[in-house]
Antibody
Framework: QEQLVESGGGVVQPGGSLRLSCAAS????????MHWVRQSPGKGLEWVAV????????NDAESVKGRLTISRDDSRSTLYLQMNSLRTEDTAVYYC?????????????????WGQGTTVTVSS | DIQMTQSPSTLSASVGDRVTITCRAS??????LAWYQQKPGKAPKLLINKTSRLQTGVPSRFSGSGSGTEFTLTISSLQPDDFATYYC?????????FGQGTMVEIK
């Protein structure tokens, strides 16, 4: 079945780096835009970043600009989030999510397949 | 950036009640509004996309409406499985924003 599995979370000191991975299976990964979404403890959902079907177009939230970078490797069916200059406020569960519809405009329709999440804790 | 404001933040209701959650956008987003349900410790679940399109497998008691800046999610007859937190999410100019969430709790 369609599945996303995140990995790479952990505890890191402020200013440190982590790279999250999201392995996709059960669907044609290269045909879908992909997102990262995070949720701080006890808080709501925050959209983090998106990457288009062919990886040519990305965007991210103002709160992470210049620090978190989304990328994809379609040959490995894997989505990545490179996290640099981490701050305590980046502490959250990070989810990868698939656009609900395939193709160039599919990302407009929301996110229909989600991973189980990976926890990032930024603390000294 | 477009801001999304949900109301109420918390809603107390009983099984069988009709429940309505409102989401307002800080500027027009046409019909690009989705609704999610999230239960504690779980990933969100997409219920509705493009304002009113029910995802496959979502019960028909869920419905969505609206356009422009004001949108609603309605649960026609609340069921025990529906007690959860609900989020709206907008799309505009290759950027997405979630509302702050509405917790639906047992009265």
């Amino acid at each position: 079945q369609e599945q996303l599995v995140e990995s790479g979370g952990g505890v890191v000191q402020p200013g440190g780096s982590l790279r999250l991975s999201c392995a996709a299976s059960g669907f044609p990964f290269s045909s879908y835009a992909m997102h990262w979404v995070r949720q701080s403890p006890g808080k709501g959902l925050e959209w983090v970043a998106v990457i288009s079907v062919d990886g040519s177009n990305t965007n991210d939230a103002e709160s992470v600009k210049g620090r978190l970078t989304i990328s994809r490797d379609d040959s490995r069916s894997t989505l990545y989030l490179q996290m640099n200059s981490l701050r305590t406020e980046d502490t959250a569960v990070y989810y990868c999510a698939r656009a609900a519809v395939g193709g160039v405009t599919g990302a407009y329709y929301g996110m229909d397949v989600w991973g189980q999440g990976t926890t990032v804790t930024v603390s000294s | 950036d477009i801001q999304m404001t949900q109301s109420p933040s918390t809603l107390s209701a009983s099984v069988g009640d009709r429940v309505t959650i409102t989401c307002r956008a800080s500027q027009s987003i046409s019909l690009w509004l989705a609704w999610y349900q999230q239960k504690p410790g779980k990933a969100p679940k997409l219920l509705i996309n493009k304002t009113s399109r029910l995802q496959t497998g979502v019960p028909s008691r869920f419905s969505g409406s609206g356009s422009g800046t004001e949108f609603t999610l309605t649960i026609s007859s609340l069921q025990p499985d529906d007690f959860a937190t609900y989020y709206c999410q907008q799309y505009n100019s290759f950027s997405w924003t979630f509302g702050q969430g509405t917790m639906v709790e047992i009265k």
